[in-house]
């Protein structure tokens, strides 16, 4: 499997296609990789997050917490 790089990976998104050059030279350089192990919580509801997030690879559930229900999933998100 071959590996792709982070700039192929924002070239190949939608989000960022539609970026002109100096533009996404600018994303590219804030930009920075990232994996977790499975099970890891990235960010919590209701703290403050300045992060973009581009799930590139795996599986990332988005919960909520619910009353008398704890966290539940609304949504799983993938490549």
Request: hydrophobic share 45%; glycine share 6%.
């Amino acid at each position: 499997m071959q590996e792709i790089t982070l700039s192929d990976a924002l070239h190949e998104n939608p989000w960022f296609a539609a970026l002109d050059e100096p533009q996404f030279e600018a994303m590219l350089a804030i930009a920075t990789e990232a994996s977790w192990p499975a099970g890891t919580l990235i960010f919590k509801e209701g703290e403050p997050n300045q992060n973009i997030y581009l799930v590139c690879q795996g599986l990332v559930a988005l919960d909520i917490h619910v009353p008398m229900r704890g966290r539940t999933t609304i949504l799983t998100l993938n490549e």
